[in-house]
């Protein structure tokens, strides 16, 4: 079925062309996961971060994220923009996400905002 499987192809590259302004490359497009998200943030972040609802950073200049996300003026967009561009990470994180990482990440972290700004606990 040849016709079957440009006219995939075709629509994945338009969505790719669609999601992404940089690069793009061969992979599938990737619906961002908050439970993914979750995941990378307690492997890849919880040494440091606070990543829950509740509880503190271990690493007290981290922020916890629920005050990242809950702080007046952060956006899903302007989160992932700022985890996208690795050279503006303070030096310690030494972490590298991919871009459908920071989507998923962005995704779990926008969870734990509150609404109304209050403690999460
Ligand atoms: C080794 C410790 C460490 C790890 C691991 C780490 N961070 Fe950080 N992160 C920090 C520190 C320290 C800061 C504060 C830097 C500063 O204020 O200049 C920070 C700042 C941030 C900020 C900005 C917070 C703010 O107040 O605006 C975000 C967002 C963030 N980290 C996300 C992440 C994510 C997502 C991960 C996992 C993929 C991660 N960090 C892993 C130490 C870490």
Redesign the pocket.
């Given at each position: 079925m040849t016709s079957n499987r440009m006219t995939g192809a075709a629509t994945a590259m338009l969505l790719l062309a669609l999601g992404a302004c940089e690069t793009v490359d061969d992979e599938a497009p990737y619906e961002p996961n908050a439970s993914m998200g979750m995941l990378?943030?307690r492997d890849?972040?919880s040494?440091?971060?606070a990543v829950g609802g509740t509880g503190d950073s271990p690493?007290e200049?981290?922020?916890a994220f629920r005050e990242?996300v809950n702080r007046p003026g952060t956006t899903p967009e302007g989160?992932a923009t700022?985890?996208r561009d690795a050279h503006n990470y303070?030096i310690?994180?030494?972490?590298h996400?991919e871009p459908h990482q920071v989507d998923s990440?962005v995704a779990y972290m926008m969870r734990l905002e509150t609404g109304d700004h209050a403690s999460a606990r």
């Open positions: 990378i943030a890849s972040c040494s440091c971060h690493n200049d981290a922020t990242v989160l700022w985890l303070p310690e994180m030494g972490v996400l990440l």
